[in-house]
């Protein structure tokens, strides 16, 4: 896998991560802990390797270089407003998502549900809307982001 491959790559580890979000919040919900359990640090563990990926790429392979919108100043309103509340959240996600991990595997399940019922939506809210923002650079605008071809140095 080339450095080219890494949007997607990330944009898979979301999606997943989202998915695995809905099946453990279910299996919670029908009294499966075991598989809540699996999901839920699934997830958190796709989530570490999704931060670990994206931060290299945006670093080590783009050198600090933004990727570029190009679309219509329309929809680039609307990409800004998702972008940025996609980034806020993220920030905020992190340390709410260890939180509640934490608090479910030292058993402390009256917090863990307590802190769950925010972090849930924040969490499945950030994966969710980082496959949009993939999608609208590499998708529906491909040729404006340039990310195709790495910057030269």
Known sequence: ?????????NAALNAACAVLLVAGYTAI???HVTLHKVC???ALGFSVVFLASYL???????RGEPTRF?????VWMVYQVILWSHIVLAAVVVPLALFTAWQGIRGNFERHVRIARWTLPIWLYVSVTGVVVYWMLYHLYPSA???NIMPAR
């Open 1 to 9: 896998m080339g450095p080219s491959a890494l949007p997607s790559f």
């Open 29 to 31: 919900r029908r009294n």
């Open 40 to 42: 839920m640090l699934t």
């Open 56 to 62: 290299y790429y945006h670093i080590v392979i783009r």
């Open 70 to 74: 190009g679309g219509p100043a329309v």
């Open 145 to 147: 982001s340039g990310d």
